[in-house]
């Protein structure tokens, strides 16, 4: 088993390690061949922020001051993916309860009852939410979406006490599993910081273990 | 003659209004059985579940576009059309028909506005058809039609928006706008309903609205026999007061309970989260209300339908009699087979006592001494 993977099954959580993430994309192929994923459907995206380098558009279109100062930022990669939020916001925006946060902890998909409204896309700050079928048939003309899908968690993996594939996938640990005080301490054994602000951390983790990492940054 | 006799849209208008009626109702239909599938899985399940639901809701809205972009340059086209779109912009008398009207109800004045006054006495040429409160519904619904077409499209495509913006709480903030219009157009199509279709005049349902007014008789008779408004000649249907009770109780639990319930969002009117399929049974009572008179309008908008239908064909059957007898219907042939607007007939015995009405309705005995009583304001009951 990864070294990312701490715990499996019920009141799991999965994290990034931003600093640890190089990009390598192999959470994003252990994916795609554990699941058969078809091509325009990526579960897991890794998102990459040059700092300091200006965005094509928006509000980051022409902050380039630091790089203009001669100043070496570098860059932060992002896996994103759904990390089975406590407080999830795509639950609460779901207007036909087809996302649902389980007793165990996944927030889970039902696919009979999904309307592909989108609301999920807009409330998930971490772009969890795909819509692979929404060039397909009546979904493309009516701009429905078709049935929303996105990562599960690898649910039936962690029932038999396995780890996520892409987690056990990766190369440089960077995907934590395991509850939240051994992702916490994980962190703070690899001299990490929790890439997410406070309000954030609230919405994966809850407010009350949330403070685990709070209490982690104050102590350094 | 009073205003009842007069027709009041025309005939392209009576199609618009129906088929206007028929998308916002599928529209509201569907938009809350989405917004609302807790409280509302009963509706989704007779509209074959939540498959679909979103693109007729979406074909729907599509269809009111379509509508509209053909009926606003029909209106600003044709000459016709213009100065009934100059009858319905609002004039300062209205506002002092409003002001009055408020001062009434507060009883700082003794009487409403005679523009207010439609059905209280006056003839025809005395005060306006389209009162300020007629006005205000055309533009309030006009202006949440327009926004609630812009919102709608807006958030059709969630991408696109969150692409324009950079930002998915554009998104969100649409959707919200969107829901919440919605909401506030749910108690106005309510109130509507309510309205016109229970108007102790009109119940069940105003003809005027579904019968061309080139096609209303301005008289039912001698127009000379009528030195009076003849509004002491209409009485209600025996049913109309329990109904109107009935309707009136879900009218009011579906404003209230609505407004309630969105009080547990916090932040009302604008929520301060967005937050779906959480369940109360206040807002379950509102919204099934709402939609149970929505639903009860929508019946009401077709059997008007049918109510014209049957005016036409009757009124057809008649030309046709008197072209087979080689001249015209004598006049006692026409006065016992007088046709209603609904097409039915009154006969010649009865019409001195029960007056047709532009809805067919006939009432009893019973009710005409609420006209004697003075009660002959009808808004007034």
Not at chain 1, 3 to 14: D, P
Not at chain 2, 10 to 18: E, I, L
Not at chain 2, 50 to 66: D, M, P, T, W
Request: some cysteine.
């Amino acid at each position: 088993m990864s070294q990312g993977v701490m715990s499996t099954g019920e009141g799991m959580r999965i994290f990034p390690d931003v600093e640890a993430c190089i990009d390598c994309g192999g959470c994003v192929v252990a994916c795609k061949r554990t699941w058969d994923r078809e091509i325009q459907n990526q579960r897991i995206d890794i998102t990459t922020m040059a700092e300091g380098v200006a965005g094509p558009q928006g509000e980051n279109a022409d902050k380039t001051g630091r790089l203009e100062a001669g100043e070496n930022p570098g860059e932060t990669s992002l896996p994103m993916q759904c990390y089975h939020c406590e407080n999830a916001p795509c639950v609460s925006v779901c207007p036909t309860n087809a996302l649902q946060k389980e007793d165990d902890g996944f927030v889970a998909v039902h696919e009979d009852l999904c309307v592909g409204c989108q609301y999920c896309l807009s409330g998930c700050p971490f772009g969890a939410p795909q819509f692979p079928d929404s060039d397909d048939g009546s979904a493309q003309i009516f701009g429905t979406g078709g049935i929303m899908d996105k990562c599960t968690g690898c649910r039936e993996r962690q029932e038999v006490q396995k780890g996520p594939a892409c987690a056990e996938e990766c190369a440089t640990d960077a995907i934590l599993v395991g509850g939240a005080g051994e992702i916490a301490d994980e962190l703070e054994q690899r001299g990490s910081q929790p890439f997410f602000n406070d309000e954030a951390m609230e919405v994966i983790f809850g407010a009350e273990d949330a403070q685990l990492f709070q209490t982690d940054q104050q102590e350094q | 003659m009073t205003n009842l006799d007069h027709g009041k849209f025309s005939r392209a208008t009576t199609m618009f209004h129906s088929l206007l009626a028929l998308t916002v109702f599928v529209l509201f239909f569907t938009g809350y059985a989405i917004a609302f599938n807790t409280e509302l899985w009963w509706l989704v399940e007779l509209m074959g579940g939540n498959e679909g639901v979103l693109s007729i809701h979406r074909a729907a809205g599509f269809s009111l576009i379509a509508l509209t972009g053909f009926w606003v340059p029909y209106m600003l086209l044709r000459s016709s059309s213009r100065s009934n779109f100059r009858s319905v912009l609002p004039s300062p008398d209205d506002a002092r028909a409003f002001l009055q009207d408020v001062k009434f109800a507060l009883g700082w004045a003794d009487e409403r506005h005679p523009s207010a006054r439609q059905f209280a006495g006056f003839k025809a040429d005395e005060v306006p058809l389209l009162s300020y409160v007629g006005k205000g519904v055309i533009w309030i619904f006009t202006v949440e039609l327009i926004l609630l077409m812009i919102s709608g499209l807006l958030i059709w495509r969630k991408t696109w928006l969150i692409d324009f913006y950079n930002s998915q709480s554009v998104a969100m903030a649409f959707v919200a706008f969107h829901g919440l219009l919605g909401i506030i157009m749910l108690m106005g199509v309510m109130f509507h309903t309510f309205e016109h279709g229970f108007h102790p005049a009109f119940y069940p349902v105003e003809m005027k609205a579904f019968l061309p007014k080139d096609m209303t008789p301005n008289f039912h008779g001698d127009p000379d026999e009528y030195e009076t408004t003849g509004i002491e000649r209409l009485r209600r249907k025996p049913s109309w007061r329990w109904a109107t009770n009935v309707v009136a109780v879900l009218v009011v639990v579906g404003v209230v309970s609505v407004m309630m319930a969105s009080l547990e969002y916090g932040g009302y009117p604008v929520p301060d989260t967005l937050a779906f399929g959480e369940g109360s049974v206040l807002r379950t009572i509102g919204i099934n209300a709402g939609i149970f008179v929505l639903l009860l309008g929508l019946v009401l908008s077709m059997y008007g339908n049918v109510l014209r239908a049957r005016y036409v064909s009757r009124r057809d059957q008649r030309a046709t009699g008197a072209a087979t007898d080689g001249g015209e219907p004598s006049e006692t042939k026409r006065s016992s087979s007088e046709p209603r607007s609904d097409g039915g007939e009154v006969s010649g015995a009865n019409r001195s006592t029960s007056d047709p009405r532009s809805d067919g309705g006939e009432v009893s005995e019973t009710n005409r001494s609420a006209a004697d009583h003075g009660s002959t304001d009808p808004n007034d009951d």
